[in-house]
């Protein structure tokens, strides 16, 4: 047998060895993946990373107004107050905050925006003299150009006490489809006082409008 023939014979055998190990490349106990495999993974994966882009590409451009305000006093000297307010998303947006503090103290936020999804805004303010009760409000909205609405709002009431604050903030969330709002309420005294808080929130995912809005 010459040596060309001999080479012929011991690659037809290792070609038999491997198509017996299921198209892996045996060495001891580590089993090899072959280039075959390998592309399939990467298949794979690739449609995992799609898939979870178009899942998570409505939450990534959605636009949110957030707003929250405050005020408080003990009924001796001057008092607090804060405000904040933002709009995050891929649209245009506004935002502003005023706070006074003294015999009077206020404090109020407000934002809105318009993004390819719909109107969001949001607004909050929070007001506390020496006398009488401290109040906060929140109210939010977004409408999406579907026609779809979410809407939240909350009051709360602190009084009864030298101490007393009260505190409300939320946001409006566009998101393609299903618009989302919250609101958030909540209020502080010292011995003796109270507090009331009230929150509301409503969706209406039928549409408002018989035709969609037309986006240029």
Aim: proline share 3%; charged share 15%; glycine share 14%.
């Amino acid at each position: 047998m010459t040596t060309s023939n001999k080479t012929l014979r011991r690659e037809r055998m290792n070609r038999n060895r491997f198509a017996a190990c299921g198209g892996t490349n045996r060495v001891g106990a580590l089993v090899l993946p072959t280039q075959q495999g390998s592309a399939k993974n990467n298949r794979l994966a690739w449609m995992f990373a799609a898939a979870f882009t178009l899942l998570t590409a409505p939450l990534a451009f959605a636009g949110e107004a957030s707003t929250s305000a405050s005020a408080g006093s003990n009924g001796f000297g001057p008092g607090t107050a804060t405000a904040t307010a933002g709009y995050n998303g891929g649209g245009r947006g506004y935002a502003r905050t005023q706070t006074r503090s003294g015999h009077v103290n206020f404090g109020r936020g407000v934002a809105f925006g318009i993004d390819r999804n719909g109107v969001s805004f949001s607004s909050s303010h929070a007001i506390a003299g020496r006398f009488g009760p401290a109040v906060a409000r929140n109210f939010n909205m977004t409408i999406g150009f579907d026609g779809r609405v979410s809407r939240s709002s909350g009051t709360t009431v602190a009084g009864g006490s030298a101490t007393r604050q009260a505190q409300a903030g939320g946001f409006a969330r566009a998101v393609r489809g299903n618009p989302t709002s919250a609101s958030t309420v909540s209020g502080r005294t010292g011995p003796r006082g109270f507090v009331q808080a009230r929150t509301d929130a409503k969706s209406n995912y039928r549409r408002l409008f018989k035709t969609r809005f037309r986006r240029r």
